[in-house]
């Protein structure tokens, strides 16, 4: 089945801790995206990727990196300068076209404890 | 930033009646796109409507655009329980360049339809 699939479903992370959110694609999607979403608000855009070995900052990048190391996965990693972690993160592919829509994966929910 | 604004937050129908959602933006689009997202998941698409576009149907779903008033609805007929989720708008900024696929999101309406 081709897809998107983000690991874990839940993360939990101490305080000063850097953790990473796995997501890899086999939909053959050039461009991918990492959105967070807070309760009851709408997907905010963190970084994205339009081609391998290259991203750009969205509208929230400082405290998370990425890396685009192969076309199918993009990982996300949380560090420790951000200061409010704890939300519900959704990756998602495209194609690199005009007029295109987006699949998601299931999302990663990430606890700060 | 969230470019869009949806209205009602949030919407309760009985089964087989109709459910319309609106969604309003600020700057020039692509494209408007709706989404859905049942509790705790992720978002599946739904419908993309183009600038030059002002009416278009999927099924159940019927959405509309104004690029004048730079607004858009979503109407869902004869809704059924299994409708029950929350249902966002996304616009597409577009303009050339590596820029596409951008989406920027409204909050989203609660649609609660009961049996």
């Known amino acids: 089945d081709g897809g998107i699939t983000q690991s874990p479903k839940y993360l939990f992370r101490k305080e000063g801790q850097n953790v990473t959110l796995s997501c890899e694609q086999n939909l053959n999607h050039d461009a991918m995206y990492w959105y967070r979403q807070d309760p009851g608000q709408g997907l905010r855009l963190i970084y994205y990727s339009q081609i391998v070995n290259d991203f750009q900052k969205g509208d929230i990048a400082e405290g998370y990196s990425v890396s685009r190391e192969k076309k199918e996965s993009f990982p996300l990693t949380v560090t420790s300068a951000q200061k409010n972690p704890t939300a519900f993160y959704l990756c998602?592919?495209?194609?690199?076209?005009?007029?295109?829509?987006?699949?998601f994966g299931q999302g990663t929910r990430l606890t700060v404890v | 930033s969230q470019q869009g604004e949806e209205d009602p937050q949030a919407l309760s129908i009985q089964e087989g009646e109709n459910a319309t959602m609106n969604c309003s933006y600020k700057?020039?689009?692509?494209?408007l796109q709706w989404y859905r997202q049942n509790s705790g998941r992720g978002l599946v698409h739904l419908i993309l409507?183009?600038?030059?576009?002002r009416e278009k149907h999927s099924g159940r779903l019927r959405v509309t655009l104004d690029t004048s008033k730079k607004s858009s609805s979503l109407l869902i007929t004869a809704s059924r329980a299994a409708d029950t989720a929350s249902y966002f708008c996304a616009t597409d900024r577009y303009r050339g360049g590596t820029s596409y696929g951008k989406l920027t999101f409204g909050q989203g309406t609660i649609l609660t339809v009961h049996p």
């Open positions: 700057t020039s689009i692509n494209n």
């Open positions: 998602a592919s495209s194609r690199a076209d005009e007029n295109t829509e987006a699949f």
């Open positions: 409507i183009r600038s030059n576009e």
